[in-house]
């Protein structure tokens, strides 16, 4: 299946930096950062710009698909007037057909971050790409010459496209197995349906002979999550919702992309840039680049195919429909990785959080607290022009008497800290499950107990059929012969 496999004995060396030379490539720093996070939806670019507008703050976009050119409704990017407000950076520089990868936004990102610095300004970073705002903030993705990480490996050999192309064209269940084979450690990390992560690992391992598992742990040390946190004098605001009400917002989100002429704008970049693609050899590939859009994939049939105008309506009410799906599966994973990876990670400054489920109280449960935050979190000294702890806009009387709110405590987070330990519920369908946790919750569901109770009935039922006909045959063996 996977052509020039004779040619893949090369194999791309690699050492993992010590932390002189890791700090050598990015020194720490003391200049105050301040990062805004939250799900899909919850309102922190909103926040982002506020504060921006009124701490001499400049917003630097962590967003994996934002930094594309075209696509604006569809990213969800922020319009003119917003950016014309309150400058940001790394929206909307590349061509869509251009590949990007986490390395070049690291780099880009950092610099900058340096550039807001020395210009006495506040760097605002704020996007929903968790690994982008990762590779910002921590030592462990920090690359040089000396170093490889899994983008650069991607990236040597003319041969990638080549294999790319091979692996698009194989089943999910045959990149597993193929994983499985080459890579048992990562696989028994990964779900079997998570076809862009096995795929991703699959290549990586075929391109340079490196394992991806053995990669991610040379990345990240002995800590769990990589390294040290590069900014000493960092505050996170974690914009919160209750799940209900953002579940509706992001489907109203969707609507109102619909209304501002979200059919247009794919159809049109379809057209553009996606088309031809689509036309070559092998099934549409939505797992890179500005493709990984959400609206993409899900608008597929009604973009591509020849359809009457019966279908037609079916197939764009099911791609609204697979749009919001999509939309809010993102917008879980996003609240899960802030849980898990910016909370509960070793090495981390405070979390604080702000609910925005009230939009009317906006300003007294979101904005006001932020201020006030802030102020005391921060250590302002002389390095943003015109802010420090005692100008106006800290001292104003919203803010001063503003809800008091305390960081997120590490123990009140709820993720599965369990041992991966990977299973698979034949009763269930099949189902995988990668750690202790999420098959004792499995255990104990609904779903399991009726399927445990099922095939205990069919057993039973089995098992019965099977006595009587023992009894049967003994009967039949106990009457005389006939004959």
Same mark, same amino acid.
């Given at each position: 299946?996977?052509?020039?496999?004779?040619?893949?004995?090369? #194999?791309?060396?690699?050492?993992?930096?010590?932390?002189?030379?890791?700090?050598?490539?990015?020194?720490?720093?003391?200049?105050?950062?301040?990062?805004? #996070?939250?799900?899909?939806?919850?309102?922190?670019?909103?926040?982002?710009?506020?504060?921006?507008?009124?701490?001499?703050? *400049?917003?630097?976009?962590?967003?994996?698909?934002?930094?594309?050119?075209?696509? &604006?409704?569809? !990213?969800?990017?922020?319009?003119?007037?917003?950016?014309?407000?309150?400058?940001?950076?790394?929206?909307?520089?590349?061509?869509?057909?251009?590949?990007?990868?986490?390395?070049?936004?690291?780099?880009?990102?950092?610099?900058?971050?340096? &550039?807001?610095?020395?210009?006495?300004?506040?760097?605002?970073?704020?996007?929903?790409?968790?690994?982008?705002?990762?590779?910002?903030?921590?030592?462990?993705? %920090?690359?040089?010459?000396?170093?490889?990480?899994?983008?650069?490996?991607?990236?040597?050999?003319?041969?990638?496209?080549?294999?790319?192309?091979?692996?698009?064209?194989?089943?999910?269940?045959?990149?597993?197995?193929?994983?499985?084979?080459?890579?048992?450690?990562?696989?028994?990390?990964?779900?079997?349906?998570?076809?862009?992560?096995?795929?991703? @690992?699959?290549?990586?391992?075929?391109?340079?002979?490196?394992?991806?598992?053995?990669?991610?742990? @040379?990345?990240?040390?002995?800590?769990?999550?990589?390294?040290?946190?590069?900014?000493?004098?960092?505050?996170?605001?974690?914009?919160?919702?209750?799940?209900?009400?953002?579940?509706?917002?992001? /489907?109203?989100?969707?609507?109102?992309?619909?209304?501002?002429?979200?059919?247009? *704008?794919?159809?049109?970049?379809?057209?553009?840039?996606?088309?031809? $693609?689509?036309?070559? &050899?092998?099934?549409?590939?939505?797992?890179?680049?500005?493709?990984?859009?959400?609206?993409?994939?899900?608008?597929?049939?009604?973009?591509?195919?020849?359809?009457?105008?019966?279908?037609?309506?079916?197939?764009?009410?099911?791609?609204?429909?697979?749009?919001?799906?999509?939309?809010?599966?993102?917008?879980?994973?996003?609240?899960?990785?802030?849980?898990?990876?910016?909370?509960? $990670?070793?090495? %981390?400054?405070? #979390?604080?959080?702000?609910?925005?489920?009230?939009?009317?109280?906006?300003?007294?449960?979101?904005?006001?607290?932020?201020?006030? +935050?802030?102020?005391?979190? +921060?250590?302002?000294?002389?390095?943003?022009?015109?802010?420090?702890?005692?100008?106006?806009?800290?001292?104003? /009387?919203?803010?001063?008497?503003?809800?008091?709110?305390?960081?997120?405590?590490? %123990?009140?987070?709820?993720?599965? /800290?369990?041992?991966?330990?990977?299973?698979?519920?034949?009763?269930?369908?099949?189902?995988?499950?990668?750690?202790?946790? *999420?098959?004792?919750?499995?255990?104990?569901?609904?779903?399991?107990?009726? @399927? !445990?109770?099922? $095939?205990?009935?069919?057993?039973?039922? !089995?098992? /019965?059929?099977?006595?009587?006909?023992?009894?049967?045959?003994?009967?039949?063996?106990?009457?005389?012969?006939?004959?």
């Amino acid at each position: 299946m996977i052509r020039s496999l004779s040619n893949l004995r090369w #194999v791309t060396f690699y050492r993992h930096l010590s932390s002189s030379d890791a700090m050598a490539s990015y020194q720490f720093n003391d200049k105050p950062v301040l990062v805004v #996070v939250g799900a899909t939806g919850a309102g922190k670019s909103k926040l982002a710009l506020e504060l921006g507008q009124v701490l001499n703050g *400049e917003i630097v976009s962590a967003d994996s698909m934002q930094v594309y050119k075209g696509l &604006d409704i569809v !990213t969800n990017k922020v319009t003119k007037e917003e950016q014309e407000s309150c400058p940001h950076h790394l929206i909307g520089f590349l061509s869509p057909l251009q590949e990007y990868t986490v390395v070049d936004f690291q780099k880009q990102a950092r610099d900058v971050i340096n &550039d807001i610095h020395s210009r006495s300004k506040l760097p605002i970073v704020c996007g929903g790409t968790s690994y982008y705002i990762e590779s910002i903030l921590w030592e462990y993705l %920090t690359s040089n010459a000396s170093t490889t990480d899994d983008e650069s490996l991607l990236k040597s050999k003319p041969e990638a496209n080549n294999i790319r192309q091979d692996l698009e064209a194989m089943s999910s269940s045959e990149l597993y197995e193929m994983l499985e084979k080459n890579d048992p450690v990562r696989a028994s990390r990964l779900h079997p349906c998570d076809r862009r992560k096995v795929m991703r @690992s699959v290549e990586i391992f075929l391109q340079s002979g490196v394992k991806h598992s053995d990669l991610l742990l @040379s990345q990240a040390g002995e800590r769990r999550y990589g390294g040290p946190l590069l900014f000493r004098n960092i505050c996170f605001l974690w914009v919160q919702c209750d799940e209900n009400v953002l579940h509706e917002r992001v /489907n109203k989100r969707v609507d109102k992309m619909l209304a501002a002429g979200l059919l247009t *704008e794919l159809q049109d970049f379809h057209k553009e840039y996606n088309k031809n $693609r689509l036309n070559k &050899d092998g099934p549409p590939e939505y797992e890179h680049g500005i493709f990984q859009s959400i609206g993409f994939k899900e608008f597929h049939k009604y973009l591509t195919e020849d359809l009457s105008t019966d279908d037609k309506e079916k197939y764009l009410n099911d791609s609204i429909e697979k749009m919001k799906v999509s939309t809010w599966q993102y917008a879980k994973y996003q609240m899960k990785w802030l849980r898990k990876r910016l909370v509960n $990670r070793e090495d %981390t400054a405070n #979390v604080y959080p702000v609910d925005s489920t009230n939009p009317s109280d906006w300003n007294e449960v979101v904005y006001y607290p932020s201020l006030k +935050i802030l102020r005391d979190a +921060i250590e302002w000294d002389t390095f943003v022009d015109g802010i420090t702890a005692e100008s106006p806009i800290f001292r104003e /009387n919203l803010v001063e008497n503003a809800k008091d709110i305390e960081p997120i405590p590490k %123990t009140s987070d709820k993720f599965d /800290n369990t041992p991966r330990n990977k299973r698979t519920c034949n009763l269930c369908g099949g189902k995988v499950f990668l750690t202790d946790g *999420e098959w004792d919750v499995h255990k104990k569901s609904r779903r399991h107990k009726r @399927s !445990t109770a099922s $095939r205990k009935r069919q057993l039973t039922n !089995t098992c /019965n059929i099977l006595s009587n006909y023992e009894d049967t045959l003994k009967k039949q063996a106990k009457m005389p012969d006939d004959t």
